[in-house]
T-cell receptor, first 115, second 113 residues
Framework: DTGVSQDPRHKITKRGQNVTFRCDPI?????LYWYRQTLGQGPEFLTY????????KSRLLSDRFSAERPKGSFSTLEIQRTEQGDSAMYLC?????????????FGPGTRLTVT | KQEVTQIPAALSVPEGENLVLNCSFT??????LQWFRQDPGKGLTSLLL?????REQTSGRLNASLDKSSGRSTLYIAASQPGDSATYLC????????????FGKGTRLSVIA
């Protein structure tokens, strides 16, 4: 069990560019979550998947954001036409639903800086 | 709507002191609550998960309690060490079987040697 991994760890981009982040969950976990965290705040929920189905998108997720989880394994989060307000830490978490525990395990995060 | 509040926002203690971090939540229809640790610029490390059927959960020097009726949880750290310095986050699900977590803003702990 290697834990949740995220790539890249850091991304600096210019305003208006597109960026894509990847998350690899713990291998047997069927739920995958994306959260966003800004300085001094707790993480805020963005979207989540059960297997390959996207179950919910937060109103924080504007139409510039899209997330996928093809084949129910890794997930990608794409931000189009980045804005300075998108600068944040993007966190991925996974959990196993159906075993009665529901503990979420987080990855190291991707820190995005939009200049 | 679930809201999570953590008090205090920051805490500084001398090494060896026992301390308590507080968390309150508004929707008590939850099946568990998690406490996390976050080091600066890093991701979240899960410390303890308390099921709704439990009142306490212990891991080493950490003890977390859950009182659903009052909407409160506490994290007790015994014999604090400088390595405990970090931000501690409390998170509750949005509701029963509603698994996305709602986080507090955290308590920033500094343990002074």
């Amino acid at each position: 069990d290697t834990g949740v991994s995220q790539d890249p760890r850091h991304k600096i981009t210019k305003r208006g560019q597109n960026v894509t982040f990847r998350c690899d969950p713990i291998s047997e976990h069927n739920r995958l979550y994306w959260y966003r965290q800004t300085l001094g705040q707790g993480p805020e929920f963005l979207t989540y998947f059960q297997n390959e189905a996207q179950l919910e998108k937060s109103r924080l997720l504007s139409d510039r954001f899209s997330a996928e989880r093809p084949k129910g394994s890794f997930s990608t989060l794409e931000i189009q036409r980045t804005e300075q307000g998108d600068s944040a830490m993007y966190l991925c978490a996974s959990s196993l639903i159906g075993q009665g525990e529901y503990e979420q395990y987080f990855g190291p995060g991707t820190r995005l800086t939009v200049t | 709507k679930q809201e999570v509040t953590q008090i205090p926002a920051a805490l500084s203690v001398p090494e060896g002191e026992n301390l308590v971090l507080n968390c309150s939540f508004t929707d008590s229809a939850i099946y568990n609550l998690q406490w996390f640790r976050q080091d600066p610029g890093k991701g979240l490390t899960s410390l303890l998960l308390i099921q709704s059927s439990q009142r306490e959960q212990t891991s080493g020097r950490l003890n977390a309690s859950l009182d659903k009726s009052s909407g409160r949880s506490t994290l007790y750290i015994a014999a604090s060490q400088p390595g405990d310095s970090a931000t501690y986050l409390c998170a509750a699900p949005r509701g029963v079987w509603n698994t996305p977590l709602v986080f507090g803003k955290g308590t920033r702990l500094s343990v002074i040697a």
